[in-house]
């Protein structure tokens, strides 16, 4: 039991981050305003989850201009799909050891 | 003694409340995944209308198109299609109206109940994707009209609404898929009893209709 516990990723306790990589892993990508929808969040509190998560490699983002308009669009890394795949299957695990 | 079995309880409690952190994470992980990708606000309810729709439609044109020789013996013979073809395609095209502004008005009517965009990019994707067979195939139908091949014409409808179904499903409830297969199965089937072509156009766009629709509201509705 200990040993799932200690698999789990610290990265994804929070909901938000855990709701933006369970998005951006059902996505090719999604823009800011998307994720925004979608988690029904306010822009600063998104963008600093955001910014944790692209800390540690997990997602990375492109920036564009459609019609002028700066565009962020967000996508998970190789390394953040690993990660978060290890997370789920620790859940799992915990949850089926009960 | 108090004490340690005050403690046992604390420590129970949390290893419960903890669990259950960890099962809403997984039902938190499968809701987020399933509204960023799937677009869950079709209704049932308009698949029901939709198959009633069809299968009235269905039955004016087999009035229009089917005449009754009564000579030694009576026979139900095709050979009104041309003959009234602007009824036909009246009688078409109200039921194809109908349809749309049914599920354009009760998919915002859900929409608005869950508290979701309509219109997202998962419902223009849906759209395209189902409208790119839907298309290819009503050309088709033209084509074959012009031609004089009309008894393809019901099993190509199915066909390619079919394979628009299948094709869309990747966007909603993958229940979708299975109408899809069903539809091109008939379609099929059509093709081979072109006789009972616009019979198993009625089941097709009718009955299966009202089915499915009964099912999904039922199963995700109730």
């Known amino acids: ?98 | 003694m108090e004490e340690s079995r005050l403690t046992h309880y604390f420590v129970f409690q949390s290893t419960f409340n903890m669990s259950n952190k960890y099962v809403q994470d997984i039902a938190e992980i499968r809701k987020m995944m399933e509204k960023s990708s799937r677009f869950i606000s079709l209704s049932g309810l308009s698949g029901i209308l939709a198959g009633i729709y069809a299968l009235a439609g269905a039955y004016i044109a087999w009035k229009l198109a089917y005449a009754t020789e009564e000579m030694v013996y009576s026979e139900q013979t095709v050979r009104n299609v041309r003959a009234n073809w602007d009824y036909l395609m009246l009688d078409a095209f109200a039921v194809l109206f109908l349809t749309i502004i049914t599920c354009i008005y009760l998919t915002r009517k859900k929409a608005r109940k869950e508290g979701v965009k309509t219109w997202d990019t998962v419902a223009q994707k849906l759209l395209v994707n189902l409208f790119i067979p839907l298309i290819a195939g009503g050309i088709l139908v033209i084509v074959l009209y012009t031609n004089g091949i009309i008894g393809l014409i019901a099993p190509i409808t199915l066909i390619f609404y079919g394979l628009g179904l299948l094709n869309a499903s990747y966007y909603t409830y993958k229940d979708i898929r299975y109408l899809g297969i069903t539809e091109i199965i008939l379609g099929l089937l059509a093709s081979i009893y072109i006789g009972y072509g616009l019979l198993i156009w009625a089941i097709g766009f009718g009955v299966l209709h009202i089915v499915y629709g009964a099912v999904m509201y039922f199963k995700y509705e109730k």
């Open chain 1, 1 to 98: 039991m200990k040993e799932y516990i200690n698999r789990l990723n610290k990265a994804f306790d929070n909901r938000v981050r855990l709701g933006i990589m369970s998005a951006l892993a059902a996505n090719q990508s999604l823009d800011f305003n998307r994720l925004k929808e979608l988690l029904d969040l306010t822009d600063g509190n998104l963008a600093s989850h955001l910014k944790a998560l692209e800390k540690q490699d997990y997602i990375a983002f492109e920036k564009a201009f459609i019609d002028r308009k700066p565009k962020t669009t967000y996508n998970i890394t190789l390394e953040g799909r690993k990660a978060f795949a290890d997370h789920i299957n620790a859940l799992e695990a915990i949850i089926k050891k009960q």
